[in-house]
């Protein structure tokens, strides 16, 4: 077990810009969630997964952010057109099925400038 | 809707006792959580309360009160290490995934 990893650690880009983020979970892990936190608040929930399948997305993702997670394995978060207001970490999440454990792993920090 | 509210700030010094309150509101209710997450780290799991009572772990210790709608994060015998956020968490109305509190930061002082 070698807890949820996620890449990369920090990304700067121009606001217009597209980027990419990966995360790899623990592989018995069947959910896997993308979290979105800015400095002084608590992790708010963009999207999951449960296997290959992306069950729910929140309010907070706009038609900029898109997610997949081919083969229930690794997931992908994606923002096109970046914007300032997107500068935050971006949080990858996996559990079990039914238990409410989530490992997190060590996110990802995004500054638009 | 689901709401969490917990204080913003809570100072002690080592070895004292401090309680992290947690209230909540949800439509449909599967437990509280805790966890902790220091500066620059990734929130890490704590507790987990299906059914009322006190839960124990070392030095940490979880209640809930599902009639209350409320729960505390019990720290003992503090040392400087727990300095950290704690985000008390509820799972959301179609149970899918966790709903945190915007967190408490907790400073640990000798």
């Known amino acids: 077990d070698t807890g949820v990893s996620q890449n990369p650690r920090h990304k700067i880009t121009k606001r217009g810009q597209n980027v990419t983020f990966r995360c790899d979970p623990i592989?018995?892990?069947?959910?896997l969630y993308w979290y979105r936190q800015t400095l002084g608040q608590g992790p708010e929930f963009l999207t999951y997964f449960q296997n290959e399948a992306q069950l729910e997305k929140s309010r907070l993702l706009s038609d900029r952010f898109s997610a997949e997670r081919p083969k229930g394995s690794f997931s992908t978060l994606e923002i096109q057109r970046t914007e300032q207001g997107d500068s935050a970490m971006y949080l990858c999440?996996?559990?079990?099925?039914?238990?409410?454990?989530?490992?997190f792993g060590s996110g990802t920090r995004l500054t638009v400038v | 809707g689901q709401s969490l509210e917990q204080p913003s700030e809570v100072t002690a010094v080592e070895g004292a006792i401090v309680q992290i309150n947690c209230t909540y509101q949800?439509?449909?209710?599967?437990?509280l959580s805790w966890y902790q997450q220091h500066d620059g780290g990734a929130p890490t799991f704590l507790s987990y309360?299906?059914?009322?009572g006190l839960e124990e772990t070392g030095r940490f210790s979880s209640f809930l009160s599902r009639s209350d709608s409320y729960g505390y994060l019990l720290l003992q015998e503090l040392q400087m290490k727990d300095s950290a956020s704690y985000f008390c968490?509820?799972?959301?109305?179609?149970?899918?995934?966790?709903?945190f509190g915007k967190g408490t930061t907790l400073s640990v002082s000798s």
């Open positions: 592989s018995e892990h069947n959910r």
């Open positions: 999440a996996s559990s079990l099925e039914g238990l409410w454990r989530y490992t």
């Open positions: 968490a509820v799972p959301n109305q179609a149970g899918t995934a966790l709903i």
């Open positions: 309360n299906g059914l009322d």
């Open positions: 949800t439509s449909g209710f599967y437990g």
